[in-house]
């Protein structure tokens, strides 16, 4: 499976952008992660194969929602309230085996090319 991320950009800090994340086939549960500069790759959130469940860092729970379209095989992070401490390349990634919801970046074999979001103060 290939993915790509896309939807990245500047947006002012209470702002609002949505990130899509394109397969090239059918995907399992996907997540997003993040990376900011000299820090590690951060898991932001995932979303189960169905849709039914999904999961959500504590920085981001209640401002983000991430969502899926499996008829166009593309996974959305919505991103609302944008804080300057948001900004960081963004990731999506699929998980090859059927099973609950993981947040370990060992956990997602497929990962697409991020896309940069930058949130202004």
């Known amino acids: 499976v290939q993915l790509q991320a896309s939807g990245g950009g500047l947006v002012q800090a209470g702002g609002s952008l949505r990130l899509s994340c394109a397969a090239s086939?059918?995907?399992?549960?996907v997540g997003w992660f993040r990376q900011a500069p000299g820090k590690e790759r951060d898991f932001v959130a995932a979303?189960?194969?169905?849709?039914?469940?999904?999961a959500y860092a504590d920085s981001v729970k209640g401002r983000f929602t991430i969502s899926r379209d499996n008829a166009k095989n593309t996974v959305y992070l919505q991103m609302t309230s944008a804080k300057p401490e948001d900004t960081a390349v963004y990731y999506c990634?699929?998980?090859?085996?059927?099973?609950?919801?993981?947040?370990?970046?060992?956990?997602?074999?497929?990962w697409g090319q991020g896309t940069q979001v930058t949130v202004s103060s």
């Open positions: 979303i189960a194969w169905n849709g039914a469940w999904s």
């Open positions: 990634a699929s998980d090859s085996r059927p099973r609950s919801l993981r947040i370990r970046i060992a956990d997602y074999d497929y």
């Open positions: 086939g059918r995907t399992l549960n």
